[in-house]
């Protein structure tokens, strides 16, 4: 009987190692084939989308599609990334020039691209006080700042800083605040900058300052005063697929468009 029980006591356990193989292969696990485990899409989009975007991505997982995970920054940050490599499937920038730059290196798709929101610029103050101005050319915002700074994204590089200081320029007033700038890395730090009072003024898209009680909009900038604010969008190079096609076209779906109207963009 000893010797039996040493012949198939090795038997036995290999066919309990293979049924608890074959049972573990009957389980769902995330990334094979489980709900959890859908497709993901990666969204690199302009800092001023963020609580829109990640409302409609929320959407689009919701009905069924793949789960959007969603990075914002300033459009130039992402931009650079994306050509360092970063491994994005789409890209939503707040001005058409960083779209171009990645255009330019052959890194999106350029049949994908179209023209998907619109904003406006506004000046913007601390709910605190209670100014009363009308931007007009000529208007003396460098004594209106007295010895104080003005936030807004950096003129160089970030989009909402780009078209404040278009705007300032084609109003005569850049001369006189260029040298009293708070350059900041995004639309969103200029906000903060505003809503802890460290600036009197700063220069936010309008849909920016609707999200903020500590803020209130002074005035919207003349349209004419700069260009159009556009926010393009786009596939990555290599990146279409099922997928980010289905992403692409809601985008442009009436759930979409609700979602963004009500965030205060204008819909291309």
């Not at 300052?209 to 349209?223: G, H, L, T, Y």
């Amino acid at each position: 009987m000893n010797l039996l029980l040493q012949i198939y006591r090795p038997l036995l356990r290999l066919r309990a190692f293979l049924f608890l193989v074959t049972f573990a292969a009957l389980i769902p696990f995330p990334g094979f084939g489980s709900a959890e485990g859908r497709e993901k899409i990666l969204i690199f989009s302009a800092g001023s989308t963020i609580n829109a975007i990640t409302e409609v991505g929320d959407l689009f997982n919701k009905q069924g599609n793949e789960k959007c995970v969603i990075s914002c920054a300033a459009s130039s940050t992402l931009a650079k990334q994306i050509a360092q490599g970063a491994l994005a499937d789409i890209y939503i920038s707040a001005n058409p020039k960083w779209m171009d730059y990645l255009s330019e290196k052959d890194l999106i798709e350029p049949e994908t691209r179209f023209d998907l929101l619109g904003n406006r610029l506004v000046l913007i103050e601390p709910i605190s006080n209670d100014s009363r101005i009308e931007i007009t050319p000529g208007l003396d915002l460098a004594g209106l700042l007295g010895k104080e700074r003005m936030a807004m994204g950096d003129p160089d590089h970030v989009p909402a800083g780009i078209y404040g200081k278009q705007a300032l320029m084609a109003l005569g007033m850049w001369d006189d605040i260029k040298d009293r700038v708070a350059p900041m890395k995004d639309v969103r730090a200029a906000l903060v900058m505003v809503e802890r009072e460290e600036t009197p003024f700063g220069i936010v898209y309008s849909t920016d300052a609707r999200i903020s009680k500590k803020v209130r909009i002074v005035d919207v900038f003349p349209e004419t005063s700069h260009p159009p604010i556009i926010y393009p969008v786009a596939i990555l190079a290599e990146k279409e697929s099922p997928a980010t096609k289905r992403l692409i076209l809601f985008l442009q779906s009436p759930e979409a468009r609700a979602v963004f109207l009500k965030h205060g963009f204008t819909v291309k």
